[in-house]
């Protein structure tokens, strides 16, 4: 099972919006419904900002939401603040029971 | 509040087996999948697989061969052993608890680097 595929990068001023791409396949992002994202600041263990491609946890802020397009799921940080700068993954449940992570993307708070 | 704890050993030998444990305080042990996920240099995030709490299992079926998963419901605790470790398993280890209705990881471990090294 291959890795989900993310831009390594990304960056936005405080206030606008940035974008992540994750792209899977027909076994895993297209298949189910069941992608999550996790944001992870250095030397902290993930935390769960997204999941069901567009849920989120109670005490994340309104300002993360997530999509999926065929095999492609996407999360928009709007609003960007200086404590998002940090590296975000997405996840997918994928045929053969198991999970997919991505590559992850860096993201950069100007 | 539910809280992971986890601990084992930091350093290993090329060949040995990996042991870590991770301890489960608040919320229930029942209801949940639980699970191990490793950070690595070269492969970045990994799910390395999960157990239920009546033992039931489930691995990744690129490490199949090397992991063993094992719970101990007295306690509320899981274990990883992942045998003949080398190089390429050096990284952070976390435990975490898996939503089985929404299949996410909602509560993660604070992490236990590994470095396999001779």
């Known amino acids: 099972q291959s890795a989900l595929t993310q831009p390594p990068s990304a960056s936005g001023s405080p206030g606008q919006s940035v974008t992540i791409s994750c792209t899977g396949t027909s076994s895993d992002v297209g298949a189910y419904d069941y992608v999550s994202w996790y944001q992870q600041h250095p030397g902290k263990a993930p935390k769960l900002i997204i999941y069901e491609v567009n849920e989120r946890p109670s005490g994340v802020p309104d300002r993360f939401s997530g999509s999926k397009s065929g095999n492609t799921a996407s999360l928009t940080v709007s609003g960007l603040q200086a404590e998002d700068e940090a590296d975000y993954y997405c996840?997918?449940?994928?045929?053969?029971?198991?999970?997919?992570f991505g590559t992850g993307t860096e993201v950069t708070v100007l | 509040q539910v809280q992971l704890q986890q601990w084992g050993a930091g350093l290993l030998k090329p060949s040995e087996t990996l042991s870590l444990t991770c301890a489960v305080y608040?919320?229930?042990?029942?209801?949940?999948?639980w699970s191990w996920i490793r950070q690595t240099p070269g492969k970045g995030l990994e799910w390395i697989g999960e157990i239920n709490h009546s033992g039931s299992t489930k691995y990744n079926p690129s490490l199949k061969s090397q992991v063993t998963i094992s719970v101990d419901t007295s306690k509320n605790q899981f274990s990883l052993n992942l045998s003949s470790v080398s190089a390429a398993d050096t990284g952070v280890y976390y435990c975490?608890?898996?939503?089985?209705?929404?299949?996410?990881?909602?509560?993660w471990g604070q992490g236990t680097l590994v470095t396999v090294s001779s």
């Open positions: 996840c997918s449940y994928a045929r053969s029971n198991n999970y997919v």
């Open positions: 975490a608890r898996c939503d089985y209705g929404d299949l996410h990881f909602d509560h």
């Open positions: 608040g919320g229930s042990f029942t209801n949940y999948y």
